[in-house]
């Protein structure tokens, strides 16, 4: 049996403010390092066979507060955040105010639209599902992953069979992590957790 734990990056100055980040390289903020750290007590005594992380600066540096100096670490590029290209740096607010006729495009299909110069929730579900399937054929035992809010959105749909809007029921904080069991038949969502900065 295989037990994936997928970890939402801690908080950064985009999650504080509102922003949307995509694939700008923002770091940690010091309330998100607090986060990640309270978050790594459920994870203490897990003994990961391996780590993967996104290539983003936010994703790495969390994977390296959880993980022990010298632990290998696989960066995979199939688990960065949506881009958003234009749109990278805007509120959403500012989107509903300036963008109105593409939010209102979003909010009706939001698994195919597409950003100006950015992806689509669909590009990155495929990205993503095929992380999974990769997963598949590795030996049983604890995962960690490490990555964003959209990776983790994609996983519940692609595992679940859900909607890609019903994922926005499920609470996502920065430094949630969402454990999910493989036991070759199908995967199930064990728990999702959320923690508070301390």
Known sequence: MKNVFFMRHGDTEATEKG??????DVPLSERGRRKVKKAAGLLEEKRFRRI?????????????????P??????????????????EGKSWEVLEREESIKVA???????????PGGESFGSVLERVSGFWEH????E?????????AGVLRCILVYI????????????LDPAAVLHVRDDHLFPQVVALWNVEAG
């Open 52 to 68: 993967f992380s996104s290539p983003m600066a936010r994703a790495l540096e969390t994977a390296n507060l959880l993980i022990p």
């Open 160 to 171: 679940t069979g859900v909607s890609f809007e019903s994922t926005f029921r499920w609470l």
């Open 135 to 138: 997963m598949a054929f590795l």
């Open 140 to 148: 049983d035992g604890d995962y960690l992953v490490v990555a964003h």
């Open 19 to 24: 922003y949307f980040a995509g694939w700008s």
């Open 105 to 115: 495009e979003w909010k009706e299909n939001p698994l195919a639209f597409t950003p």
């Open 70 to 87: 010298g632990e290998p670490l696989e960066v995979n590029p199939a688990l960065k955040e949506r881009s958003f290209g234009e749109w």
